[in-house]
């Protein structure tokens, strides 16, 4: 998908905000004024300390190198894997999220390698395979028909090397579906002064609203992923082993934490019980 003039003007949701559940419409989204504030959303430092090295110790415990980041947005994880020694390429499906991540490494004295694509046709825009690809922030939710996250997760396949690791996370929705939102605002956004809440939800919508200490405010629609449903695609889409974590614990009970990461392996790890 390529970025439109919309990118740079206001967020458009139609008349019908609620309405409006279309997987393209994510470029129109991420505009810029979104963008430049995002990162004092996430607040890196905030981030890094809450994470720890998670992600750096999966992949070094499977000896992997190079690393395909298809939703690189600002660039966090795309320059904490670079400082830690890996080798990586970063993507996004939107231009204004890739430039933002290309400033904000060149600030920290790294060059991503960068590439605009869009995750159901992603073979097309990148070369070779992959050691291990990461989906983080949240960003699968960006797709609302279900061939198209089948089609995105086998194009993920594809792009792995025969052992290859797939990270994906998402949040907990299930909670958020059947019993409310709530959040220790610890893990993923710990920017102070700002909020990200759902305005609406639905089986097929989570209307999520993101309010910055300036008053501005902005919006992302998203299909809100279950648990069980996230494992069920990995499994049909190939991968022999799927561990799943909260919060970045494995062992934890679904009801508390506020988002899952998936680790899906195309082989079968060592010391696996799944």
Wanted: glycine share 8%; proline share 2%; aromatic share 12%.
């Amino acid at each position: 998908m390529t970025s439109d003039t919309l990118t740079r003007g206001e967020q458009d949701f139609g008349e019908d905000p609620i309405a409006r559940r279309e997987t393209d419409n994510y470029t129109a989204e991420y505009i810029q004024g979104f963008v430049e504030k995002w990162d004092s959303l996430i607040d890196w430092e905030g981030r890094a300390e809450s994470e720890g090295d998670f992600f750096i110790d999966i992949l070094r415990a499977r000896g992997k190198k190079t690393v395909l980041d298809v939703a690189a947005g600002t660039g966090f994880h795309s320059v904490r894997l670079l400082e830690a020694g890996f080798d990586v390429t970063s993507a996004d499906g939107s231009a204004e999220m890739l430039a933002k991540a290309f400033e904000n490494a060149k600030k920290r004295g790294h060059m991503l390698k960068t590439v605009q694509a869009d995750w159901r046709w992603l073979n097309k825009d990148i070369q070779g395979k992959y050691d291990a690809i990461i989906c983080l922030g949240n960003s699968f939710t960006h797709i609302f028909d279900e061939m198209d996250r089948r089609r995105a997760l086998a194009e993920f396949y594809a792009a792995l090397k025969h052992d290859g690791i797939l990270i994906l996370d998402h949040r907990n929705y299930d909670v958020i579906m059947d019993e409310g939102f709530r959040t220790k605002h610890k893990y993923y956004y710990t920017g102070e002064n700002v909020s990200a809440e759902p305005e609406h939800v639905d089986d097929s919508l989570a209307r999520f609203k993101y309010t910055f200490p300036d008053g501005a405010e902005y919006h992302l629609n998203m299909f809100p992923l279950r648990k069980t449903y996230v494992r069920k695609l990995l499994n049909e889409a190939g991968f022999r082993t799927i561990r799943s974590f909260g919060d970045f614990q494995e062992q934890t009970d679904d009801s508390e934490p506020d988002f899952f990461v998936q680790v899906a392996y195309k082989d079968e790890p060592e010391g696996s019980d799944e």
